[in-house]
């Protein structure tokens, strides 16, 4: 069975563009969970989708948005970049919630 | 707002040698889980703890769940190089705190051959 897969891998933006990051989450997985890492925060939760809603999110700006299609797969989006935005976004699926979640190998995004 | 306490931060160990990492909290979790993760890659799990006390042995690693399942360690023995990584425990709360992992800050472990 196919893992997690995230696009693109690596992306270059500049302060004020936008960005889409894509994640495709297991087969059968409904639940996909977005993080931000970065090396002075660590692991931070963003929010998460299932069945094309979201049920939760973290701390971050209205710029930090997303979405799920019925196929399951996400997209989220930041607007407005910033050189802090700078980070490596992780997008992990589960079979639903309070399950294991599983990672994808992450969209490494440099603002500058 | 959920925290979990990772230590240590660092550690740089010769092979062979014996380890513990420790996650705490004060807050209960319905279930733990423990990644590695490789520089540039997302973290890949290691185990999923969800019993208070429950103990689980993965080779050489051995993962424990807190009676009251506010902490965790991972016991590593006899170290090796291959083991090198950043080692992440998370954790979730269950109720409505949908998909939502908690993460300790890090244990980036150094083998040295």
């Known amino acids: 069975k196919a893992g997690v897969t995230q696009t693109p891998r690596y992306l270059i933006k500049t302060r004020g563009q936008q960005v889409t990051l894509s994640c495709s989450p297991i087969?059968?997985?409904?639940?996909v969970s977005w993080y931000q890492q970065t090396p002075g925060q660590g692991l931070q939760f963003l929010f998460e989708y299932f069945s094309e809603t979201q049920r939760n999110k973290g701390n971050f700006p209205g710029r930090f948005s997303g979405r799920q299609f019925s196929n399951s797969r996400s997209e989220m989006n930041v607007s407005t970049l910033e050189l802090g935005d700078s980070a490596l976004y992780l997008c992990a699926s589960s079979l639903t919630a309070g399950e294991t979640q599983y990672f994808g190998p992450g969209t490494r995004l440099l603002v500058l | 707002t959920q925290l979990l306490e990772q230590s240590p931060q660092f550690l740089s160990i010769q092979e062979g040698e014996n380890l513990t990492v420790y996650c705490n909290s004060s807050s209960v979790f319905s279930s733990l889980q423990w990644y590695r993760q490789e520089p540039g890659e997302g973290p890949v799990l290691l185990v999923t703890?969800?019993?208070?006390?429950e103990v689980k042995k993965l080779k050489r690693l051995t993962f424990q769940f807190g009676d009251a399942r506010k902490d965790s360690s991972l016991h590593i023995t006899a170290a090796q190089p291959g083991d090198t990584g950043l080692y992440l425990c998370a954790g979730e709360a269950g109720g409505t705190s949908y998909g939502k992992l908690t993460f300790g800050q890090g244990t980036i472990l150094t083998v040295h051959p």
């Open positions: 703890v969800v019993t208070g006390g």
């Open positions: 087969s059968g997985h409904r639940s």
